[in-house]
């Protein structure tokens, strides 16, 4: 073996080709950390959820919708009840019904369709009554909660009880 194939050449750098590796090494981490951001905002928001749902769902128990007694018949009021949406319905035969708006097959609002008398999720099709808040087709694996309605003079109370 020659002793010149085990020199190695030393061949500096410009100045100018250290910054422009260093500018793209930065570059890169940079974008690397905003693709990681990217993917798991996502899957945080889907673990999180559950939890906020939870915390919602109890820390607010009743609602009063100032108003809402002058809701003409066939019509209805979209509501925060917490965090999650809620319906209130003044069904033509003067009765009052409230339900959550939360489909119960992925989370899509649901909306009232008074011409047909229901229920329906635009994301999968899932129908549900308007009455009682049962699926009655599609994928809905269970039925829309129901809550407590008391119309008053001053509006319509709604609790979970």
């Known amino acids: ?9 030393f061949v500096p750098e410009e100045p100018g080709e250290q910054n422009t590796r260093r500018a793209f090494l930065v570059a890169a981490g940079a974008a690397g950390v905003l693709y990681a951001a990217a993917l798991g905002y996502p899957i945080y928001r889907y673990l999180a959820s559950p939890a906020e749902m ?13 108003d809402a007694h002058k809701l003409p018949l066939g019509s209805v009021l979209m509501f925060k009840f917490g965090a ?14 409230a339900l959550s708006a939360v489909c119960t097959h992925l989370g899509c609002t649901v909306q009232y369709e008074p011409q047909a008398d229901r ?11 308007a009455y009682t808040g049962a699926n009655v087709s599609g994928p809905p694996p ?9 119309p008053g003079d001053a509006g319509v109370e709604v609790s979970r009880s």
């Open 119 to 129: 229920i329906h999720c635009a994301c999968h099709g899932g129908v549900y009554n």
């Open 84 to 97: 999650p949406p809620a319906m209130l319905i003044h069904h033509e035969d003067g009765r009052w019904i």
């Open 142 to 150: 269970k039925p829309l909660k129901l809550f407590k309605v008391t």
């Open 54 to 66: 939870a915390l919602s769902a109890t820390a607010v128990t009743e609602v009063t919708l100032k």
């Open 1 to 9: 073996m020659s002793d010149q194939a085990s020199i190695a050449t």
